[in-house]
Nanobody
Framework: QVQLVESGGGLVQTGGSLRLSCTAS????????MGWFRQAQGSEREFVAV????????YYSDSVKGRFTISRDNAKKKVYLQMNSLKPEDTAVYYC??????????????WGQGTQVTVSS
């Protein structure tokens, strides 16, 4: 089982950037498709981005496409989310997780503690 720890969140102004990191434990990390998800206060958790096990394929939600970039380093067991041109509506707790696909990407496995991203207007 993969255990996940997110970091890198913080407070940033509109238009700013942040880079989130997700550190995984477990020997099979490199075989998993990994995703980032987020949950704003009072809202359901939603899909943000996903990356294939090799890093060769990525997919983004329409709300972040062109602004966010997901990447991974299997040797370091890390997944990253580079967030540029941040907007107040990006404010949420961000989580990484193993991802699966069944018409839409959804999380599988245990959640970490997440990392808070707050974008001020």
């Amino acid at each position: 089982q993969v255990q996940l720890v997110e970091s890198g969140g913080g407070l940033v102004q509109t238009g700013g950037s942040l880079r989130l990191s997700c550190t995984a434990s477990g020997r099979t990390f490199s075989s998993y498709t990994m995703g980032w998800f987020r949950q704003a206060q009072g809202s359901e958790r939603e899909f943000v981005a996903v990356i294939s096990w090799s890093g060769g394929s990525t997919y983004y939600s329409d709300s972040v496409k062109g602004r966010f970039t997901i990447s991974r380093d299997n040797a370091k067991k890390k997944v990253y989310l580079q967030m540029n041109s941040l907007k107040p509506e990006d404010t949420a707790v961000y989580y990484c997780n193993v991802a699966a696909y069944n018409g839409t990407y959804y999380p599988v496995g245990s959640w970490g503690q997440g990392t808070q991203v707050t974008v001020s207007s």
